[in-house]
């Protein structure tokens, strides 16, 4: 990633290498944290990592 502080849906799904309808629900479900600004939805890169770290801990054997 670059030194980008927020992230549009599509640059989003880009990063994490996920389709733009995963990312989208995704944010509905609350499991992507986002922030409107107008008409655009924006995802913080901080939740991008926040989401990439929860998913390797879930991943973790026990």
């Known amino acids: 990633m670059d030194e980008k502080v927020a992230y549009s849906v599509d640059e989003a799904a880009?990063?994490?290498?996920?389709?733009?309808?995963t990312?989208?629900?995704l944010?509905?479900?609350g499991d992507l944290p986002s922030v409107r600004v107008g008409r655009r939805r924006?995802?913080?890169?901080?939740?991008?990592e926040t989401y990439v770290h929860r998913l390797l801990q879930d991943q973790e054997p026990a």
């Open 42 to 48: 924006l995802i913080p890169r901080s939740a991008l």
């Open 23 to 25: 990312v989208k629900q």
């Open 27 to 29: 944010i509905a479900t």
């Open 14 to 21: 880009q990063a994490l290498s996920l389709g733009r309808t």
